[in-house]
């Protein structure tokens, strides 16, 4: 039974689910009590655990309105929530959760004129800027996560970014705040004169008759929720001044405990600035109004390498001097892990050298000479206050600077890709001190680490004293435990001496609340107390959180009790020390909850379910490994349910900063839950693909008429769940290698220059071979005209096993690989390359091949496997002249709009790809940021999947696509996103190799 640790009558199942049924009757939006709802909200993006009582997905104000109320009269905790990307707890704790993120996240009011913005709660930043860029506004702080953050949960947490010496915190830019009080009331908290906030609060207004300033009180006491917090603020603002003056923190970085320091005699009273930060402790906020500030008209980076940290933050308080508009740092740990992550690797551009610490030095200006100026007078300023020499590197271009912005804010995800047990956690991560004392402070903190011989991470906002400080640590281990917290404790000593705070953006949670009354001092932190009791009478919002904290070192999400069960697995997760340790990497950032851009993750973009996130998936098989739910383990529906809906992209990969790779860990699951469960009917036909297509192509065109034929198409739909409304893949009975063997006997054998250059394989992948063999001609047309001998690959395995890999056939597709290994590592040792032309399938051999059959034959077939376009890209200097195009002939051939395959994106990228269709004369290459198409190899045609599929298309691929009017040419290199695009707008997409081959000049 879960306990809301009240001990009332409230804290029983039978009051739980009374509550859930009357939510249930009350409100419109999603009401979820059961265990693996709750589990999916039982983390963040913290090192905590804690399951909820329920989750609700109100859709409405009204909704927000009567969950609390109920909440409240049955006694139950409630918790606002946005993404739960809050890094110190705050969005875990054993109580309702109210998920403002799927429904509730619009925008409101938008008026350019006056600068501000009013959103529902659950917009993310980065979607409300999206919002008002037109209008060349924008919202000063830029948390990193902004992607994926809520404008509720920044203003929860009173979050800011990089920019923070330009534009504060959020709470700075907060005009006012629609709220639901803890009774279910509304409330709207904005700027008003004392003389009104006295008022409100039914006390005397100062200097009128009756009025007793300065002298005992007796005013009326309030009548409802509302004045009596007004009553209460006003009283404790005004008769604590000087110690609330005295014990915070000596920084404008800080956003613990609650912002009492916000309210000054001699401004007006905007209790708005009180929300910020209160982490979801005294009320609901169900609409913001926020003010917005100008985009920057042009912005220079200066990147400063430094070999030694502390010289590096030496010279931070003469930067600020000469006013930029950011300087922050990364250091050579950020840097060493950028480097081995496949996608930041390719963005590590600006980094010369292995400098132990990097600052990045951004200004603001018109003109790149203005800018350019402004740079080299920082750098003169640094150069005197530096403790040691340095390097520098100028950047204008924007891509450059895109680039630097990209791996600086990827930092946090970029630490936790660490591998093993330690990880550099969050609990120090967001201390601030004023920058001028950043150098020393940061000494004592290393001397701290170096006593506890703890290594740690060291990056962000060293312009604002606030560097994210992440210790290694394995939380598995109780010395571990122990040694966190006496970190914790002598960091906040080091940060009571330097004037800092404990929380500089991230704020209190679980990790830091237990500190306040030792940071704060007892007469404040009793102010707290008396905040919370007047906002919160029952102590039902958000509990421990702030006050009356736990201590840090309970509900840890692997604590010393943490276990999994061994599982003895089919792929080889010896490179991530076993199959719970690969799970256990996501550290619950959320990036994959990101909307709207990159490819990760398509089904959480379609949904905005929890559930369908990567962040969901992993934290599903981590419950079920490690018993944190009631499961049938592997067999268990609910996570097949969960994994169902993955759409094996493998885009997590590549833009999780963590690489998690859900792909592989979905196929390892359904290995196992099948074999528990069997293997179904549709899952072997779709896994075994090749044979059905070889089947089709022995007895096309009757099997293309059968397949067309709606009785076939019916009974395929009803009995084996394959959507008829999709068109089935043609049937080709002169296959590829029908085709090519004739082209090497007949006249087009003369297109081989003589001698050759050299020879290439080709893969004659399944769909190539059966259904596209035009574009597998096209491939050898393209080859040969760049003087290539063109071998087929043969195929002793019958398949590259990517259908079965899909399907979770693990075995069968290891038998595959086997046979197919046997044959191609002697013929790639001689330094011939396999060429591929669909994704999936070449990228098998690269990415699969090596945990399947681990060896030296599959790291030799692994590095001779490539993308046909990718081979030639390499290859531009040596093809450059062999290869000759001809310019368009029509708007058509003269505008492509490419539509990368996710598998592409996530392995290789889209450069080579973009590079080779750059080399047609004359023609216009734009790639459109479409994510996934939605058919992902056949999940798509099932039936059950099919809107989903269709939903993802629709987001940003089938709109580009309609924009095009019907001109031009649609160019995808994947059989199953030029599928999906065909069904889905009836445009006849092309490969690249067709296109680059038409445009060949003989
Ligand atoms: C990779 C990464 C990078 C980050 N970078 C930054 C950064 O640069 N700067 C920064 O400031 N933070 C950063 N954070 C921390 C975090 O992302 C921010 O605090 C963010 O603003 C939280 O948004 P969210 O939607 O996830 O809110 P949540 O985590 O869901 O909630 C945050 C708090 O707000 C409260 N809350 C949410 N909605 C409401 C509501 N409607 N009414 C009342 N209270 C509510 C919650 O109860 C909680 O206490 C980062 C986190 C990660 C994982
Ligand atoms: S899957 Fe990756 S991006 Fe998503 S929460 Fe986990 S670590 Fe973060
Ligand atoms: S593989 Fe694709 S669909 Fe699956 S979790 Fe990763 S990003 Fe999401």
Redesign the pocket.
């Known amino acids: 039974m879960p306990s809301t640790g009240r001990g009332d009558a409230g804290s029983t199942w039978e009051g739980l689910r009374a509550l859930g049924s009357e939510l249930e009757r009350e409100i419109a939006g999603e009401v979820h009590f059961d265990e693996w709802m709750r589990m999916l909200y039982s983390t963040?993006?913290s090192i905590y655990r804690i399951m909820p009582l329920g989750v609700v997905f109100p859709k409405t104000e009204d909704d927000v309105a009567a969950t609390v109320a109920l909440c409240t009269r049955y006694g139950f905790p409630m918790?606002?929530?946005?993404?739960?990307?809050?890094?110190a707890g705050?969005?875990v704790g054993e109580a309702v959760v109210?998920d403002?993120?799927r429904y509730m996240d619009g925008v409101v009011r938008f008026e350019p004129e006056s600068g501000s913005i009013s959103v529902q709660?659950?917009i993310y930043?980065g979607s409300m800027n999206l919002e008002v860029a037109g209008s060349g506004l924008m919202f000063g702080?830029?948390?990193?996560?902004a992607e994926?953050?809520?404008v509720?949960?920044?203003?929860?947490?009173n979050?800011?970014?990089?920019h923070s010496v330009l534009y504060g915190m959020a709470g700075d830019h907060l005009r006012s705040v629609r709220?639901i009080l803890a009774d279910g009331t509304r409330a709207v908290f904005e700027e008003v004169s004392w003389s009104e906030a006295h008022r409100r609060g039914g006390l005397p207004v100062p200097g009128t008759p009756g009025s007793t300033a300065g002298g005992p009180r007796a005013a009326p006491p309030p009548v409802d929720l509302h004045s009596s917090i007004y009553r209460e603020i006003i009283r404790i603002a005004l008769d604590h001044a000087d110690a609330i003056q005295e014990a915070f923190p000596k920084t404008w970085r800080r956003v613990g405990g609650y912002a009492l320091d916000a309210f000054q005699p001699d401004k007006p009273l905007n209790l708005s600035r009180l929300?910020a930060g209160?982490?979801?402790?005294l009320?609901?906020?169900?609409e913001a109004e926020l003010g917005l500030v100008p985009m920057p008209s042009g912005t220079s980076l200066a990147v400063l390498s430094f070999d030694s940290m502390l010289s590096s933050l030496a010279t931070v308080p003469a930067l600020l001097a000469e006013a930029p508009s950011a300087v922050e740092l990364m250091d050579s740990m950020l840097m060493g892990l950028c480097r081995r992550h496949p996608d930041y690797s390719r963005r590590l551009t600006f980094v010369e050298g292995e400098p132990e610490a990097l600052l990045v030095v951004e200004v603001y200006g018109e003109s790149e000479a203005e800018r350019a100026a402004h740079l080299e007078r920082l750098e003169r300023t640094a150069r005197d206050a530096a403790e040691g020499p340095f390097g520098v590197l100028y950047l204008h271009d924007q891509a450059e600077q895109a680039n630097v912005w990209a791996v600086r804010?990827a930092g946090?995800?970029l630490l936790m890709s660490k591998r093993g047990d330690h990880k550099p956690i969050p609990f120090v991560e967001d201390t601030a001190v004023p920058p001028e004392r950043l150098r020393d402070y940061i000494a004592d903190v290393l001397r701290v680490l170096h006593d506890h011989e703890t290594p740690a991470g060291f990056y962000?906002h060293a312009s604002a004293g606030c560097l994210h400080i992440r210790p290694l640590i394995n939380l598995k281990d109780p010395p571990e435990v122990a040694k966190m917290a006496a970190i914790s404790e002598a960091v906040s000593e080091l940060v009571l001496q330097y004037g800092g705070a404990m929380a500089g953006?991230?704020?209190d949670?679980l990790a830091r609340s237990a500190l306040n009354p030792r940071i704060y001092g007892n007469e404040v932190y009793g102010l707290f107390e008396r905040v919370k009791d007047t906002f919160d009478p029952e102590g039902l919002m958000?509990p421990g959180?702030i006050v009356r904290a736990p201590a840090m070192t309970d509900s840890l999400r692997f604590g010393p009790d943490y276990r999994t069960a061994p599982v003895a697995t089919f792929f080889d997760f010896t490179a991530d020390g076993g199959f719970a340790r690969a799970v256990e990497m996501c550290s619950g950032?959320?990036?994959c909850r990101k909307i709207g851009t990159g490819t990760m993750c398509p089904s959480f973009m379609a949904t905005k379910d929890e559930k369908n996130s990567t962040r969901g998936r992993a934290n599903s098989l981590r419950a079920v490994l490690s018993g944190a739910v009631s499961s049938k383990g592997m067999g268990d529906e609910r996570l097949h349910e969960t994994l169902d809906l993955c759409l094996e992209c493998k885009a997590c990969k590549t833009e999780c900063?963590s690489q998690v790779d859900m792909t592989r860990l979905k196929t390892e699951f359904l290995a196992h839950y099948y074999k528990v469960r069997g293997t179904p009917l549709r899952v072997r036909l779709f896994g075994n693909i090749d044979r059905l297509n070889r089947i089709g192509s022995v007895t096309a065109p009757l099997s293309n008429w059968l397949a067309a034929s709606y009785p076939v198409r019916w009974l395929l739909d009803r009995v084996l769940g394959v959507d008829m409304r999709h068109s089935m893949p043609t049937f080709h009975r002169r296959t590829l290698e029908k085709q090519y063997a004739r082209s090497g006997r007949g006249p087009r054998a003369s297109d081989v220059p003589e001698p050759a250059r050299g020879t290439v394989w080709l893969l004659p992948d399944t769909f190539t071979n059966y259904n596209d063999p035009g574009i597998g001609m096209a491939a050898v047309r393209l080859l040969r005209a760049a003087g290539y001998q063109v071998r087929l690959l043969p195929m002793p395995g019958g398949s590259s096993g990517r259908a079965m890999l899909s399907k979770g056939m693990i075995k069968q597709a290891r038998e595959v690989a086997r046979a197919n290994l046997e044959v191609w590592a002697p013929l790639v040792a001689v330094g011939i390359p396999i060429l591929g032309l669909e994704p999936s399938e070449l990228l098998t051999l690269r990415d699969e091949y090596p945990v399947l059959v681990p060896g030296k034959a599959a790291d030799a077939v692994a590095g001779a496997a490539l993308i046909l376009e990718e081979w030639l890209a390499g290859m531009e200097d040596e093809l450059g002249p062999a290869l000759q195009f001809r310019s368009p002939r029509d708007y058509d051939e003269a505008h492509l709009l490419v539509h990368g395959h996710c598998h592409l994106k996530a392995l290789v990228g889209m450069e080579p790809l973009l590079t080779v269709l750059g080399w047609l004369p004359q023609t216009e290459v734009k790639e459109v940021d479409s994510g996934c198409c939605g058919m992902a190899g056949s999940f798509g045609f099932e039936k059950e999947h099919y809107d989903l599929s269709m939903a993802i298309g629709a987001q940003r691929l089938f709109p580009a696509i309609e924009g095009l009017n019907g001109r031009g040419t649609v160019v995808a290199p994947g059989t199953s996103c030029r599928q999906q695009i065909r069904d889905a707008t009836g445009r006849e997409p092309l490969h690249p190799v067709e296109v680059l081959a038409g445009r060949l000049i003989n």
Do not use: M, W, Y
């Open positions: 963040d993006a918790l606002p929530r946005g993404s739960g990307t809050s890094l705050q969005t109210i403002f993120s709660p659950g930043l702080p830029d948390p990193a996560s994926c953050a809520t509720g949960g920044v203003i929860g947490n979050g800011t970014g990089a709220v929300i209160s982490e979801g402790t009320c609901t906020i169900v804010k946090l995800g962000a953006e991230h704020g949670g958000n959180k950032s959320g990036e900063p």
